[in-house]
């Protein structure tokens, strides 16, 4: 399931980024705090939260000040750079260009940032937002104004995910995200960021969206068919859904594609009650088997579960493995992690707690093993394995994965940000199978017959 | 629309291939006939019909006597080639290796074997199958016990027009076809034929099926939905549905993609009586505009149209670019052709001959275009560009194409001869928008807005 629901951009990517260069600066003098203070603890402390601004891209963002001071009589590497966080980012890089071993180097980017489980810092929403990859999709104001509510904390949180997620694969590849703001006619908009042929990754995007208004009959319909009672005032349903979506497909064929998306869904009822639910899931999909990766992945998973509920894991592995299986194929898109839908137990707030948890894990999840594998070479069968692979990955998304289908499905929808999933190349060919006794055979094997990794 | 229904191999190829063999002999033997004579007289002629071998396919198929006397002591090309057809062929082939101007052998191609509206020869069912790719998928015996039933002739049009094509493709290429049999469990099967990375060809691919049995109720639902009405008897409704589809993707990105289809379905009511229909069309993906290509094109396929109602070519060209239309792109696949579904008038025999008419003119519609861009050079961009739209060749098979939704969502569907129809290759470009002015967005211009071609 890729991303909630995406909307077109009306406006054009200047006027957007006017408005919003605007709410941010209108944050900025509400809040009265200076802008150069940084205080959230996850890997992003890895780099400067001054970066507004998209290099390459449509949309620029320059923070009064502040860009201009850090950026000055600086190399564009080094604008990313700061202090003694800077020394792991560029031993990250300066080692992936020197061929060195990673293992080392996965371990210290890991272990730098340890998944911080202190409640998030309610009150210090204007010094987070600086971090992220581009202003909040809401307007720093509102979002300050209404601090305590879900729907705010849930915002920060697939912000500050995308953030950390995309500073961590800038990091280790050495290129840089093209930041896309979009705005959705009948309310709210979206943030991509997408990193298209790096030095490490092919294709790698982590889009955000938070759109509200009122159900349309379909998605109500549809939302029912879930056994979800919903009850509107004369016949209408506001409701508010927001998301972080990612898909990171990379060049060498012995790093895998990892996939993750956590979202929730606010729909106010009759009486203003509201019902709320959280969904998302973290899986990976390796080109080849490998365990300690493999175990590596899920075991990472099943901590930040097991933290919240010991049936978490093994529930959501399963519910998985059923979800992304290519029917037709009779195999998995990959070798699983969890999946989770409509999680409205056992509080709103326990909830919360367990998506934070799976969201803070990503980079922990996956950074290890692409430094890992960083340098591994590859034969050019390998890498036609890995397209054929590539192949399978798209026929999962556009034929069976709900979210690309109800976005595809959905006029008006920002069809890019969609299918940022899909892979820059694929490759279809008839009858391919592999021989058996052969690396390609055991991938396909565990692809049948979904296995247990911890 | 790709295919009517593709269905499982649940033997294998070799067991299968043991059994059509036998169905052969047991056709040879029956009919007393000399397995040399070879009367049918269309683009075929240019190559011997004595070819019910597969290099390098799993199946092979020698007919007595006769493939070892071609065979013996001639090259692999050498026994492609007989008399004076071999001239032709050959020059084409040496042609295209030392890279001269192919207009003129375009026209000889295609001259050589002009559209013969006779009546198929109804008497020489075994002389005609000896000119096809592979046995046919009903027993021959079978077919000339009924050869005046639309079914036979049907099958008979449809393995013609798979051997024609797939000649005129080999002998522009210099590569061969692999043929696939497959069998359906409960009736029939098929004949996939299929070129991957060939000296023109990207990928070819040209199936048959012919399935019978019982309709399913999915099935019967679906064509209520289309206003069919149907009587079964004791809730049966045994069927019979067969069809030819191809589609072809060049390497080089001046050769237009191309795809045909044509059908045919039978359902039998309680009462005994049989209701019918055709469907169909041919149609043409180029990745850049030719004019002089899309007045050929829809231009050969007006002709074909209009010796049977002057209707059918406005009608079904509209219908066409309605069709193959990506929704969430707001652009059609290709620059269209000819496109119709349910035709069931003025009569059986009338509709027959229009769906004849149009099989015989795909190799007329589009080796000539072959020819003509077979030396021409292209650019990375363009080889860059034409990836992208295959990229929309997959979102289009994928997410809207009937027949490919239909055939993956049932179980046991033959996957790889539904899936034939993607490309050896594709690619999807985060935002790729090309600049104005360009070729590429003239392309755009012409899939944005359908024109008309002649």
């Known amino acids: 399931m890729a991303t909630i629901v995406f909307c077109s951009v009306n406006k054009t990517a200047r006027t957007t980024a006017r408005r ?21 603890s996850s890997l992003t402390t890895l780099l400067p939260s001054t970066r507004w601004f998209s290099r390459g891209s449509s949309v620029r963002f320059m923070s009064h000040g502040t860009a201009g001071r850090a950026g000055a009589g600086r190399t564009r590497r080094g ?12 031993a990250a890089v300066a080692g992936f260009l020197a061929n060195a071993n990673h293992f080392q180097r996965a371990e210290m980017a890991t272990k730098v940032s340890p998944i911080s489980e202190e409640k998030e810092p309610e009150g210090e929403i204007l010094e987070r937002c600086r971090g992220f990859m581009s202003p909040p999709v809401t307007d720093i104001g509102e979002l300050q104004e ?7 904390r849930m915002e920060m949180l697939i912000m500050q995910t995308q953030a950390d997620f995309c500073k961590a694969l800038e990091v280790v590849d050495g290129g840089t995200f093209k930041v896309d703001r979009w705005q959705r006619n009948e309310g709210g908009g979206g943030i991509s960021c997408v990193m298209q042929d790096g030095k490490v990754f092919e294709k790698a995007g982590v889009n955000v969206s938070v759109v509200f208004g009122y159900l349309t009959e379909e998605a109500a319909k549809q939302m029912r068919s879930r056994g979800k009672v919903l009850k509107g005032k004369d016949g209408k349903l506001p409701f508010c859904a927001m998301g972080v979506s990612s898909v990171i497909h990379p060049k060498n064929p012995h790093i895998p594609t990892v996939h993750f ?20 899931g973290t899986d990976l999909t390796p080109v080849y088997i490998n365990k300690e ?22 529930d959501f592995k399963k519910w998985c493995d059923r979800y992304f299986y290519i029917q037709h194929r009779g195999e998995t898109r990959g070798i699983g992690g969890i999946f989770f839908d409509d999680l409205d ?42 397209q054929v692979r590539r192949g399978r990955y798209v026929e999962f998304n556009l034929v069976y994965d709900r979210g690309v289908k109800f976005g595809l499905a959905t006029p008006g929808s920002r069809i890019e940000s969609i ?18 006794g052969t690396l390609e055979a055991e991938m396909l094997e565990a692809l049948r017959n979904p296995k247990e990794w911890v």
């Not at 209404?146 to 705010?152: A, D, Q």
């Not at 799976?358 to 036609?384: G, M, Q, W």
């Not at 299918?419 to 058996?436: D, G, I, N």
């Open 345 to 386: 137990s056992p509080s709103q707030e326990e909830a919360f707690s367990f998506v934070k948890s799976c969201a803070r894990t990503v980079v922990h999840c996956y950074l290890p093993i692409v430094y890992k594998h960083l340098n591994d070479s590859f034969t050019e069968e390998e890498k036609d394995w890995q």
């Open 146 to 152: 209404r601090k305590g509510e879900m729907r705010t």
């Open 293 to 314: 990766d493999a175990f590596h992945f899920h075991n990472t998973l099943k901590e930040a579960c097991d933290k919240h509920h010991s049936q978490y894991y093994p």
């Open 20 to 40: 919003c260069l605007s709410s941010y600066s209108k944050g900025l003098a509400s809040s009265g705090e200076s802008p150069l203070s940084c205080t959230h």
């Open 261 to 280: 998306n956590y979202r929730y869904f606010e729909i106010e009822e009759e009486d203003g009650s509201k019902q709320w639910w959280f969904g998302g």
């Open 79 to 90: 604008a990313l750079l700061s202090g003694a966080a800077a020394v792991t980012a560029a």
């Open 419 to 436: 299918l940022m999933s899909l892979p820059l190349s694929a490759r279809w060919e008839y009858m391919h199978k592999p021989a058996k």
